[in-house]
C-alpha cells in the first residue's frame, strides 16, 4: 500500500512552471514585482498603520500568557517572544515563583543573540530533552522557517551547546533519545535518499562521538513511501526509562506500520493502518483508532490500551482494552499522561472538557475536570513527576485561561488570565448549523454584535480548514476581536467535513473521491449565512491558509458569485501537479493521486489553478505565501497570481521572503501579514 512510485512530471505546456524553482531568478523577480505593486496598496491605506500597530501590540504584549511546559527537573520551561526578544527566548522558572505573576525567569538560551553572533535568520523549532530530568536536549534551529531544521545538542544546566555533541546538518530529520549516549534517527543519510516527497525513511542508531557516516541502521522503509516520512519513536516510563522503541512507517497521508525495533531485528506490529500511539502509562501502550479494528470488534474512534510486555512476546495475540468510546457528536482531540494518570481531551458537538482515567483492577475509571463549558480546553503540558498538567481554557469571547489541575485529585487553579485585547462587551456567540449538499449538518460557529440587525448588511470574515482531521474549536480571538470585530465585524468559522471535529468519520467522510463534500459544507454554511441574512455576497470575506488556501481557491473558482474578498494563504493551488511540487507527494492520502484516472476525474472538477478562466465574476483576491516554505511550496501562489495577471484580473500578492509555513519568521512579520490582511478586508467589505 504504498504512494505513487510514478509521480506526475512539471507540465511542459505550464507557461508558469519556472516558478516552481523556488529562489529561482525568474521567480523571485516575479515575487518582488508583485510586492512592489501589491504592497503600497495596502500599506498607504490610512488604515494600515492602525492595524499594524495593533497587531504589533498584541503579538508582542508582555502580559501574553506564557505557553508552560512541565520539565523533568522541576523546573518550567517557555519560549517567549516579544518586542526586545524577537526571534525569541528560551527560558525557566519554578512553579511556585510563577504563582506570584511576576516570575524569576532564567535564561536558557536566547535566539536573537544566537543569530546575531551567527549571521543567521534562526527561527526555533523546539527542543527535544532527555528523560528523566530533561537536562540535555536536542534543539532544532530553521533557517528563516523552513520545515529542514540543523539539530545541535545543548546543556540547559551550563546554556551552552555540548561540544563535540550531537549535530545533524540542515534536514528534515526524525529523531529521538535512546540513552545519553545514543540517538535514533531517520534523515537523509546519502544523497537522495529520500521519499518521493523529500522525507526519509531509513533509521539508525547514533553513538556519542560518531560520525553519523558510521551510524547502525535498524530500520528500512522504501523511497516510494508517502506520508511524511518513517519516524523513530520512543516510548518511556514515568521515570524516563525507555521501554520500547517503535519505528512509526508511513505508507501514505494516513496509513502507516508501526514495527517495534529490537536485538532481534525489526518486529510489524497488528496493528490497523490507521492508528497512532498515545503514549504508555503503566505498562499499557496507548493507541487511537482512525479506522475499524475487525479482529477485535473496535470502532474508529476508540482509544485503547494494550499491555506492552505482551506486545513484545506475542504481538498477534495481545488483545487491546477499550479505554473510551466516543459518542456521534464526540471526539478526542488530544490524549496525554502524567504520572499516574491517562487525560483525554475530549470534544462534543465541538465543546472541551477533559477527562482523567485511572488504570487498576477495575480497569479503566474516569473523572471529569470541573471547567468552564461551551470552550476550547486543551492539554499544553503534563508532569511525569506528578499528576499535575497545564491546560488552556478559552472561547471566542472570553480572553484565554491558564489552569493548573491535578488529575488525580480534580483540583483546578488559574494561573493566568489573559488580559482583554479588545471590548467583547457588545458581542455574543453563536452556534448554527447549515445543511449541506448530501444533507449532511454542518455546525458553524458565528460572533457577532448583539445589535445587528438581520439585513445582509454585516461585513463578515469566513474561515475554515476542512483538512487532515484537524479541528477548529473556538478559542479567544485576540487580533480578530481587535481587527475586526471592534470595527463591526463578523467572526465565522466553518467545521466543515475533512477536519476532526467529529472525529476520523469527519475526515474520512472529505478524502479523495469524496472531496468535492469539504467544498459543499464550505458553501452550505457561505449561503446560510446569507439565507439568514447575517450578511451578504457583497459583504461576505473568506480565509484560509495550507489546505484552506486551497480552499479559497475552490472557493474562488467554482462559487465566486457568493463572495466579495478572499483571503488565500499559503496555498495548494495546482492540483493537477500538486505531488511533484514541494512536498506534495505526501498528501496523496489525502486529495487522491492525479496520476489515477478515477481520482483526476475528481480533482479535475475543483483544481483551482487549471480551473481560473476568462469571464468570471471573480472578487479581487488576496494571495500570499513564503519562499522559505518549504512544506505548501511558493509555486502555487505564485503560478495563481500569474494567470490572474494573465487573464486580466484584479489581485493582491504577497510573498515574504522568509517565514516558512507560517508565512512569517519573527512576531513583527506576523503583524505586518495580518495588518495586509485586514487592510485588503476592510477595503473590499466595509469601504
Known amino acids: 500500500m504504498s504512494a505513487f512510485p510514478a509521480l506526475a512530471l512539471p507540465d511542459p505546456n505550464d507557461p508558469y512552471v519556472y516558478m516552481e524553482e523556488i529562489e529561482g531568478a525568474r521567480a523571485m523577480d516575479f515575487a518582488r514585482a508583485e510586492n512592489d505593486r501589491s504592497l503600497p496598496l495596502l500599506q498607504n491605506d490610512p488604515r494600515y498603520s492602525k492595524l499594524y500597530a495593533d497587531a504589533l501590540a498584541i503579538a508582542t504584549a508582555k502580559d501574553r500568557i506564557p505557553g508552560m511546559g512541565f520539565a523533568g527537573d522541576g523546573s518550567?520551561?517557555?519560549?517567549?517572544?516579544?518586542?526586545?526578544?524577537?526571534?525569541?527566548?528560551?527560558?525557566?522558572?519554578?512553579?511556585?515563583?510563577?504563582?506570584?505573576?511576576?516570575?524569576?525567569?532564567?535564561?536558557?538560551?536566547?535566539?536573537?543573540?544566537?543569530?546575531?553572533?551567527?549571521?543567521?535568520?534562526?527561527?526555533?523549532?523546539?527542543?527535544a530533552c532527555l528523560a528523566p530530568d530533561d537536562r540535555i536536549c536536542l534543539i532544532s534551529l530553521s533557517d528563516g522557517g523552513k520545515d529542514a531544521v540543523e539539530v545541535r545538542e545543548f546543556d540547559t544546566a551550563t546554556g551552552q551547546f555540548?561540544?563535540?555533541?550531537?549535530?545533524?546538518?540542515?534536514?528534515?530529520?526524525?529523531?529521538?533519545?535512546?540513552?545519553?549516549?545514543?540517538?535514533?534517527?531517520?534523515?537523509?543519510?546519502?544523497?537522495?535518499?529520500?521519499?518521493?516527497?523529500?522525507?526519509?525513511?531509513?533509521?539508525?542508531?547514533?553513538?556519542?562521538?560518531?560520525?553519523?557516516?558510521?551510524?547502525?541502521?535498524?530500520?528500512?522503509?522504501?523511497?516510494?513511501?508517502?506520508?511524511?516520512?518513517?519516524?523513530?519513536?520512543?516510548?518511556?516510563?514515568?521515570?524516563?526509562?525507555?521501554?520500547?522503541?517503535?519505528a512509526f512507517r508511513p505508507l501514505d497521508t494516513f496509513n502507516a506500520e508501526h514495527h517495534l525495533l529490537g536485538n532481534a531485528g525489526a518486529m510489524k506490529l497488528p496493528f490497523p493502518l490507521k492508528s497512532s500511539i498515545q503514549g504508555l502509562i503503566d505498562g499499557q501502550v496507548l493507541l487511537t483508532l482512525e479506522q475499524d479494528w475487525a479482529t477485535h470488534g473496535e470502532k474508529s474512534g476508540d482509544l485503547l490500551a494494550l499491555d506492552l510486555q505482551k506486545l513484545k512476546i506475542d504481538p498477534a495475540n495481545t488483545h487491546p482494552t477499550l479505554v473510551l468510546r466516543p459518542s456521534q457528536s464526540q471526539a478526542i482531540e488530544q490524549v496525554a499522561t502524567t504520572r499516574n494518570r491517562l487525560v483525554v481531551a475530549l470534544y462534543d458537538n465541538v465543546k472541551g472538557g477533559i477527562l482523567s482515567f485511572s488504570h487498576g483492577p477495575k480497569g479503566w475509571i474516569s473523572t471529569k475536570l470541573a471547567l468552564p463549558k461551551d470552550a476550547s480546553v486543551g492539554i499544553a503540558s503534563t508532569s511525569d513527576r506528578d499528576d499535575k498538567l497545564l491546560l488552556g481554557v478559552a472561547s471566542f469571547l472570553m480572553p484565554s485561561t491558564?489552569?493548573?489541575?491535578?488529575?488525580?485529585?480534580?483540583?483546578?487553579?488559574?494561573?493566568?488570565?489573559?488580559?482583554?485585547?479588545?471590548?467583547?462587551?457588545?458581542?455574543?456567540?453563536?452556534?448554527?448549523?447549515?445543511?449541506?449538499?448530501?444533507?449532511?449538518?454542518?455546525?458553524?460557529?458565528?460572533?457577532?454584535?448583539?445589535?445587528?440587525?438581520?439585513?445582509?448588511?454585516?461585513?463578515?470574515?469566513?474561515?475554515?480548514?476542512?483538512?487532515?482531521?484537524?479541528?477548529?474549536?473556538?478559542?479567544?480571538?485576540?487580533?480578530v476581536g481587535k481587527l475586526w470585530l471592534e470595527r463591526g465585524g463578523v467572526y465565522v468559522i466553518a467545521n466543515?467535513?475533512?477536519?476532526?471535529?467529529?472525529?476520523?468519520?469527519?475526515?474520512?467522510?472529505?478524502?479523495?473521491?469524496?472531496?468535492?463534500?469539504?467544498?459543499?459544507?464550505?458553501?452550505?454554511?457561505?449561503?446560510?449565512?446569507?439565507?439568514?441574512?447575517?450578511?451578504?455576497?457583497?459583504?461576505?470575506?473568506?480565509?484560509?491558509?495550507?489546505?484552506?488556501?486551497?480552499?479559497?481557491?475552490?472557493?474562488?473558482?467554482?462559487?465566486?458569485?457568493?463572495?466579495?474578498?478572499?483571503?488565500?494563504?499559503?496555498?495548494?493551488?495546482?492540483?493537477i501537479g500538486y505531488t511533484h511540487i514541494g512536498a506534495g507527494a505526501s498528501w496523496v492520502g489525502e486529495y487522491g493521486d492525479p496520476a489515477d484516472p478515477e481520482e483526476r476525474k475528481v480533482i479535475d472538477t475543483y483544481s483551482p489553478y487549471q480551473l481560473l478562466a476568462k469571464g468570471k465574476p471573480y472578487p479581487k483576491v488576496f494571495l500570499e505565501t513564503s519562499t522559505k516554505d518549504d512544506r505548501v511550496h511558493p509555486a502555487h501562489a505564485r503560478k495563481a497570481a500569474a494567470r490572474l495577471k494573465a487573464l486580466g484580473y484584479d489581485y493582491l500578492y504577497y510573498e515574504n521572503i522568509d517565514g516558512g509555513h507560517a508565512a512569517a519568521a519573527n512576531l513583527n512579520e506576523t503583524a505586518k501579514r495580518q495588518a495586509l490582511e485586514y487592510t485588503y478586508l476592510t477595503q473590499q467589505l466595509m469601504d
Open 76 to 127: 518550567l520551561r517557555n519560549y517567549w517572544q516579544d518586542a526586545e526578544h524577537v526571534r525569541g527566548v528560551w527560558r525557566s522558572t519554578d512553579l511556585d515563583s510563577y504563582r506570584t505573576g511576576k516570575p524569576g525567569w532564567k535564561t536558557i538560551l536566547d535566539l536573537d543573540a544566537l543569530a546575531k553572533t551567527e549571521g543567521k535568520n534562526w527561527v526555533w523549532k523546539g527542543a
Open 162 to 246: 555540548v561540544k563535540d555533541g550531537f549535530f545533524l546538518p540542515q534536514g528534515k530529520h526524525r529523531f529521538t533519545w535512546v540513552d545519553v549516549d545514543t540517538l535514533a534517527v531517520a534523515t537523509e543519510w546519502a544523497k537522495g535518499e529520500v521519499t518521493t516527497s523529500g522525507y526519509p525513511y531509513i533509521v539508525k542508531l547514533v553513538k556519542r562521538g560518531q560520525p553519523l557516516a558510521a551510524a547502525t541502521e535498524v530500520f528500512r522503509g522504501k523511497a516510494e513511501d508517502g506520508g511524511y516520512g518513517v519516524s523513530p519513536i520512543g516510548l518511556r516510563d514515568a521515570d524516563g526509562k525507555l521501554q520500547a522503541l517503535i
Open 402 to 479: 491558564q489552569v493548573l489541575a491535578d488529575a488525580a485529585s480534580g483540583t483546578t487553579e488559574t494561573l493566568r488570565t489573559l488580559p482583554a485585547r479588545f471590548d467583547a462587551s457588545n458581542h455574543l456567540v453563536e452556534q448554527h448549523w447549515a445543511t449541506s449538499k448530501d444533507g449532511t449538518k454542518v455546525p458553524y460557529f458565528v460572533v457577532r454584535p448583539k445589535d445587528m440587525k438581520p439585513d445582509g448588511s454585516a461585513p463578515t470574515l469566513l474561515y475554515a480548514y476542512g483538512g487532515f482531521q484537524v479541528s477548529q474549536t473556538p478559542g479567544y480571538a485576540a487580533s
Open 496 to 575: 466543515i467535513r475533512g477536519g476532526g471535529e467529529f472525529g476520523p468519520r469527519w475526515h474520512e467522510a472529505g478524502l479523495k473521491l469524496n472531496r468535492m463534500r469539504v467544498y459543499d459544507d464550505f458553501f452550505a454554511v457561505s449561503e446560510d449565512l446569507i439565507a439568514r441574512k447575517i450578511t451578504s455576497p457583497a459583504k461576505l470575506g473568506i480565509m484560509g491558509g495550507s489546505n484552506g488556501g486551497l480552499l479559497m481557491g475552490v472557493a474562488l473558482t467554482l462559487r465566486p458569485e457568493l463572495y466579495k474578498a478572499i483571503v488565500v494563504q499559503v496555498p495548494l493551488f495546482d492540483m
